[in-house]
């Protein structure tokens, strides 16, 4: 992918995040880097290649979370963020090109696990996560390793797995409240009309615009909100229940559902799946506070 074609892509994400309401020092953010690399005299590619994020964070205007995109996009043709923003989900699809993961196995992988590349898949093969995942077996887990060595190499697999270690703490400070809120405001937002609606194009075979998007702000983290559109919330009548959050800044790429809980003491009340020991101390906390 040349310089042309990534300042094209930064563009189209700057232009759709101005669309959909997102922070203006967001949008300039995305315009002046595609500025940066259009007018970049070599080949940004060869600059990933040699010394990937730390020589892209050396050019102007391109700050680690979009030195981190453009290394992906450069690697492996994608732009996630690109894709929520229109409305686009093509992570099983990507996951199912793996050998050894069939349709079936790549939304249980995207659905459990919240991964969306193939850095992170493969980062997951090996700290022991897409192993949890049913249907995994040894031999499997194996083949899929095998695989994505074969399409990343040893030194991407080390790089990806100490990044995400990297990303960790820092992805591990954002509290279950803070996710809570960002829910409670994009479904307030999102009932009143209030939101700006994107066309999915999964299991939205009339193209109408009906799935809410926000984007916004906490302490510096920027989130996108969506109403969950994945083959699984639609098997149980739950896209406008659960609510996808990802974050997508200089910090950490990182996404979680809230759901409605169904069962036991936080039975009606909001969680974030994988996170309930969390919510139950949350909730505690507030009862306690109103007491």
């Known amino acids: 992918m040349d310089n042309a074609k990534i300042a094209e892509l930064l563009e189209e994400a700057a232009d759709l995040l101005e669309a959909q309401g997102a922070n203006p020092y967001r949008v300039r953010a995305y315009r002046n880097a595609a500025r940066t690399v259009r007018d970049l005299k070599g080949s940004i590619a060869d600059i990933v290649r ?112 100490s990044q995400r270690s990297d990303q960790k703490s820092d992805a591990e400070e954002v509290s279950v409240a803070e996710l809570l809120d960002v829910d409670r405001e994009y479904r307030e937002k999102a009932e009143r009309g209030k939101l700006p609606r994107i066309a999915p194009r999964r299991f939205n075979p009339t193209g109408q615009a009906w799935l809410p998007v926000l984007h916004t702000e906490r302490s510096g983290r920027h989130y996108t909100a969506l109403y969950s559109n994945t083959a699984r919330a639609h098997e149980l009548g739950t896209t406008h229940d659960w609510v996808v959050i990802y974050r997508d800044d200089h910090g950490a790429h990182d996404r979680w559902t809230v759901i409605t809980s169904q069962y036991g003491p936080l039975k009606g009340k909001r969680i974030v799946r994988g996170r309930e020991q969390e919510c139950r101390e949350y909730y505690a906390q507030t009862e306690a506070e109103t007491l």
């Open 50 to 161: 040699a010394e990937g994020v730390a020589g892209l964070v050396r050019l102007p205007a391109i700050g680690r979370s979009l030195a981190h995109t453009i290394e992906h996009l450069v690697r492996s043709g994608r732009f996630p963020l690109l894709e929520r923003l229109k409305g686009e989900d093509a992570v099983e699809r990507v996951f199912a090109t793996v050998p050894n993961i069939g349709p079936e196995l790549a939304r249980r992988i995207h659905e459990q696990l919240g991964i969306e590349t193939l850095a992170e898949l493969e980062a997951a093969a090996y700290d022991g996560r897409l192993a949890q995942v049913p249907g995994m077996g040894k031999k499997r887990l194996r083949a899929v390793r095998e695989s994505l060595a074969g399409r990343f190499g040893r030194r991407r697999t080390i790089e990806v797995t």
